[in-house]
């Protein structure tokens, strides 16, 4: 039996494995939307003064469209370049507002290069043609009001795409389209694997770090935290104080020892960075974590403040064996609903034992990864 398409899942996938592809398809898709609808404004805004005015000006829909069509799929691809390479290093750290601001801006200036080129190379000899068949020249001034037009036209688009792709983001790859759609109005089943990352030592950090410097400890973790996930399709759930969470969905395309790869990865990044984080903060951040698995729920919650919940007895699981690191001296701790579904794994574990978890009424079988014996972590030869 095939296994059935989840737009979601597929989406984050070539998020993941392919990124700088989603970023080109949204631009080059809204823009060559755009572009065809400004096309069709202007043949019908043609047509409208024929009929209105003693005037004989031949236009042609199909023509206008399909030009229409090829700028926005330069001008989408240009952007979507831009977005990527330049704009993403640019992005971190900065406000929402001026973030929007500069995209916009930027955005334009595309604009007018792609504009330079349509009036000193393609107008005379490609466009003029297809949208006035008959104009012999297309004088200063008409080049003027069509350059307006589509200037402002454009700068509107810019900034809505602007505020669109902050929106995406987010909700995450291959959410925002489901959601505007109503997938998660009511609740969807779900098989998860949810991980809890939580920063050791915290209260002792905040204080000696003071608040405004423990904050920008947290956002630099976070930050390093999310560039790690894209690399092992680990899904950014929740912030919650110095505490992250990451969840995959369960399918036969998982392989579960993706969750321990994603957590010891996350540890040889902060190791990677031990001098900056020494040099900025005069301590290297160590996280603990709690893996489990299972059924959930997820569905959209709120009215004034919208978002996608996940509901089930696995985020709890997990949140509760996240306590039992320090008890047991380890970095990670999953459960047997985890260790059912290893097929292989490059490090040894051990089983803890049962436990009575808060709020469980039967025991809970967990196990650790073995201080000191684990075996071929990523990057060690």
């Known amino acids: 039996m095939a296994a059935k398409f989840d737009y979601t899942t597929t989406i984050r996938r070539l998020s993941f494995n392919y990124p700088l592809l989603p970023t080109l398809v949204t631009q080059i898709v809204f823009w060559c939307i755009c572009y065809a609808v400004l096309g069709m404004l202007i043949y019908f805004n043609i047509q409208g003064f024929t009929a209105s005015y003693p005037m004989a000006v031949e236009s042609n829909f199909t023509p206008i469209i399909f030009s229409a069509i090829v700028i926005g799929l330069f001008y989408g691809s240009m952007l979507g370049i831009i977005d990527f390479y330049l704009l993403s290093k640019w992005s971190k750290g900065k406000s929402l507002g001026r973030l929007i601001f500069l995209k916009t801006m930027v955005y334009f200036i595309a604009l007018l290069i792609i504009f330079a080129f349509i009036q000193f190379i393609f107008w005379q000899p490609v466009f003029l043609p297809i949208y006035f068949p008959k104009a012999a020249i297309f004088n200063d001034k008409a080049w003027s009001n069509y350059f307006l037009m589509l200037a402002v036209f454009t700068l509107l688009m810019n900034l809505f795409i602007s505020v669109f792709t902050q929106i995406n983001k987010k909700f995450g790859p291959g959410v925002l389209l489901p959601f505007i759609l109503g997938k998660y109005v009511q609740p969807q089943i779900e098989e998860r694997a949810f991980i809890f990352l939580d920063l050791k030592s915290s209260t002792t950090h905040a204080e000696n770090l003071g608040h405004k410097q423990y904050s920008q400890l947290i956002r630099d973790c976070f930050l390093d935290i999310n560039n790690v996930s894209t690399s092992y399709n680990a899904e950014i759930y929740q912030y919650v104080g110095d505490e992250v969470v990451l969840s995959w969905l369960v399918n036969k395309r998982m392989n579960i020892a993706a969750c321990f790869d994603f957590y010891f990865e996350c540890q040889k990044v902060f190791q990677q960075r031990k001098k900056y984080y020494h040099d900025k903060f005069g301590l290297l951040p160590e996280f603990k974590a709690g893996l489990h698995c299972g059924i959930v729920t997820c569905v959209e919650v709120g009215d004034i403040k919208r978002e996608i919940a996940y509901h089930g007895d696995p985020l709890n699981v997990?949140?509760?064996?996240?306590?039992?690191?320090?008890?047991?001296?380890?970095?990670?701790?999953?459960?047997?609903?985890?260790?059912?579904?290893?097929?292989?794994?490059?490090?040894?574990?051990?089983?803890?034992?049962?436990?009575?978890?808060?709020?469980?009424?039967?025991?809970?079988?967990?196990?650790?990864?073995?201080?000191?014996?684990?075996?071929?972590?990523?990057g060690n030869s």
Request: net charge positive.
């Open 318 to 378: 997990a949140a509760r064996i996240l306590a039992k690191c320090n008890e047991n001296n380890a970095d990670i701790i999953f459960t047997s609903s985890i260790q059912e579904k290893i097929d292989s794994l490059s490090y040894a574990y051990e089983e803890i034992g049962h436990v009575l978890l808060k709020g469980k009424n039967k025991p809970v079988l967990i196990y650790k990864i073995s201080e000191g014996r684990t075996l071929n972590l990523p």
